[in-house]
Structures are given as structure tokens and as C-alpha cells.
């Protein structure tokens, strides 16, 4: 992709994915998930993973699951208000450059 | 090299990391082998690159410092603030936004609120000989004032009771002595009048006075509640 994604960009993506399996989902799947709309390498979402469990926005269990463990990560109440935020501020922040390339429209 | 493998040189990369940090990390990629299976072994260990640079990309991410619009930053001064808001952010925001920027703000002044509340205390003890004194003399005048008030109503009743005992008394005395009897009549009617003004007497201090004491001890303390607020604010 020619653009970067920023580190809050990052995070909303995986807040949202995260969120829309309400009874939770593990790292598999939410890496395939993040990399089906965007292009991150492998290894990068774990870091962002667990830094979203320190900051509360999302909590881990482990289920088991095919005779193993498996650690689930959910959005806690926390990570819902932090992704209606980065929601809010995307939403306005693509109206701008979709106005500007669209219409030329410049707010000021 | 196979997943094993990859694990083994992660877990040797992992070095400057806390021990409860390298099992997390550890147990993740391994779950992660697992959920892709066997037959994707291969696919993740290409797409994952080699376990050093997994192991960089922890360290320096995940614990140390990580990228953001403002530069690097540093790990341990970013989970101070767990959630970012950014102050632009403020000025256009839902209810739940909202909601989340209260919550961050009113940590902060409860961090500066308790530091407040000490240097409050402090002053408050090392001002103790001046204020206990006044505390204590207060203390007592509004204690004498209801002293006074029980006076009175004891005053009214014994009053009262001697008023009844003198007219009882008056009335047998008119018959032996009509002169004395209506004498001691006499007396019993202004011992009545005495025992009536006592009972009103506190009828209105219970009336009128006590909510009125109250409400300036009320007001007093709230004057002493706002200022040590005003201060903590301050």
C-alpha cells in the first residue's frame, strides 16, 4: 500500500476487528482478518496486541481448544470508548481529503 | 527450520525481557502456529521473517518504545496515559468521548487533589494551637446554650407543678381562711403566669433559636468545607 499506517490507525483496525466477534477472538485470526485490509507483516500485531491489554482497552482468557489453551483477546468497555474516538476522528479526518479531493473543498 | 525451531531462536532472542513477557510472547506465536496448522507451517514461518527481528519488533514495541504521529515514544511514560487523547480531539466529541475525556481529567486532578489534601493537613496541624482552642470554646458556648435552654424548660415545669400544688393548696385554705386562701391563690396565679412564660420562653428558643444555631453551625462548616475545596482547586 502507498500509505502508511500509524500506530493509532493500527490500533483502531484491531480494536474494530477485536469488537465484531463479541465472545472474543485469538491472534490467528484476528492477523488474518487485520492483513485482508491492510498490508502488515506478521510479527507486528502482537506488539500492538499486548499493548492494547496493558492500556485495558482489550482483556485476554484462555479456552481450550482442540487439547490446548488457546488465549482469546476481547474489548473491554474502555477499548469500545477508544474505538468510537478513533470511529469519530477517522470519519472526519477522510471527510476532509475526500472533500478536498472530490469537491476542492478546503475547511477553514 | 520449523516451528520448533523459530520458537526455540525466539526464546533465545528474547533476552532483556521479564520472564512473565517472554512467555506471553512465547505462548502466542505457538498458538498462532497451531491455529494455522501444520500446513501452513511453512507459509507463517516465511511471512514472520526470522525470529530475531520477531523478537526486535517485541522488545522495542511492545515494552521500550513504540512509533507514533509524535516520534518515538517512550513505553513507560505512554502506559502512564494509557488512552490517548489527543487535546484536538476534545472539541468535537460523542457522548462516549466524552465520557472518556472526563474520566482522564478528573484522574488528574484527583493526583493533584491529594497532594492538596496533605499540604491541607499539614497546615491544619501546625495551625492546631490557634483553631482547637476556638473549636473547643465554641463547643462550649453552643454546650452552655443548651444548658440554658433545659434550665428553662425544668424552670417552666417546676413552675407549673408548684403552681398547681400552691392552687390546690390555696382553694383548702379558702374554706378554714378565706383571706389567706385567696392570698395563696393569688400566689399560685403568678407562679402559673411565671411557669407559662418559661414554657413559652422555650417554645420559641426550640421554635425559632435551635434552627437558627444549627443553620449558623451549618453555614460555618460549609464556609470551612468550601475554603479547603477552594484550595485543593487552587
Known amino acids: 500500500m502507498v500509505f502508511?499506517?500509524?500506530?493509532?490507525?493500527?490500533d483502531a483496525i484491531v480494536l474494530a476487528v477485536v469488537s465484531k466477534d463479541m465472545e472474543g477472538t485469538y491472534g490467528y485470526k484476528i492477523t488474518q482478518k487485520v492483513r485482508s485490509v491492510i498490508e502488515i507483516s506478521e510479527s507486528t500485531l502482537y506488539p500492538v496486541l499486548r499493548r492494547l491489554q496493558k492500556d485495558a482497552c482489550l482483556e485476554v482468557y484462555d479456552q481450550e481448544c482442540a487439547g490446548r489453551n488457546r488465549r482469546y483477546y476481547k474489548i473491554t468497555e474502555q477499548g469500545r470508548v477508544q474505538l468510537n474516538l478513533y470511529e469519530a476522528?477517522?470519519?472526519k479526518y477522510s471527510d476532509k481529503i475526500m472533500g478536498l479531493f472530490e469537491k476542492g473543498v478546503v475547511d477553514e | 527450520m520449523n516451528k520448533?525451531?523459530?520458537?526455540?531462536?525466539?526464546?533465545?532472542?528474547?533476552?532483556?525481557?521479564?520472564?512473565?513477557e517472554k512467555a506471553e510472547a512465547l505462548q502466542y506465536y505457538r498458538d498462532y502456529f497451531e491455529d494455522a496448522g501444520p500446513d501452513k507451517e511453512e507459509e507463517v514461518l516465511a511471512s514472520?521473517?526470522?525470529?530475531?527481528?520477531?523478537?526486535?519488533?517485541?522488545?522495542?514495541?511492545?515494552?521500550?518504545?513504540?512509533?507514533?504521529?509524535?516520534?518515538?515514544?517512550?513505553?513507560?511514560?505512554?502506559?502512564?496515559?494509557?488512552?490517548?487523547?489527543?487535546d484536538q480531539m476534545s472539541s468535537s466529541q460523542n457522548g462516549d468521548q466524552g465520557n472518556a475525556n472526563t474520566s482522564s481529567s478528573s484522574q488528574t486532578t484527583k493526583s493533584s487533589d491529594s497532594t492538596?489534601?496533605?499540604?491541607?493537613?499539614?497546615?491544619?496541624?501546625?495551625?492546631?494551637?490557634?483553631?482547637?482552642p476556638i473549636l473547643f470554646s465554641i463547643f462550649g458556648a453552643i454546650l452552655s446554650c443548651i444548658g440554658c435552654f433545659i434550665g428553662f424548660a425544668i424552670s417552666g415545669v417546676v413552675l407549673a407543678i408548684a403552681a398547681i400544688i400552691t392552687l390546690v393548696l390555696g382553694i383548702t385554705c379558702l374554706f378554714s381562711s378565706p383571706a389567706l386562701g385567696a392570698i395563696v391563690i393569688g400566689i399560685a396565679l403568678i407562679l402559673g403566669v411565671a411557669a407559662i412564660l418559661f414554657v413559652l420562653l422555650t417554645v420559641v428558643i426550640c421554635k425559632y433559636f435551635i434552627p437558627f444555631l444549627v443553620d449558623c453551625v451549618k453555614k460555618f462548616w460549609n464556609w470551612i468545607f468550601k475554603k479547603k475545596k477552594e484550595g485543593a482547586v487552587a
Not at chain 1, 502508511?4 to 493500527?10: I, M
Not at chain 2, 525466539?10 to 521479564?18: K, M, P, R
Open chain 1, 4 to 10: 502508511n499506517t500509524g500506530a493509532a490507525l493500527l
Open chain 1, 89 to 91: 476522528e477517522w470519519r
Open chain 2, 4 to 20: 520448533e525451531d523459530f520458537l526455540k531462536r525466539l526464546e533465545d532472542a528474547l533476552t532483556d525481557v521479564s520472564e512473565g
Open chain 2, 48 to 86: 514472520l521473517g526470522a525470529p530475531e527481528e520477531v523478537a526486535r519488533n517485541i522488545k522495542e514495541e511492545g515494552t521500550f518504545c513504540e512509533y507514533t504521529e509524535k516520534g518515538f515514544q517512550d513505553g513507560t511514560t505512554q502506559s502512564a496515559n494509557a488512552v490517548v487523547v489527543p
Open chain 2, 116 to 132: 492538596t489534601t496533605a499540604v491541607v493537613i499539614i497546615i491544619a496541624i501546625l495551625t492546631s494551637p490557634v483553631w482547637v
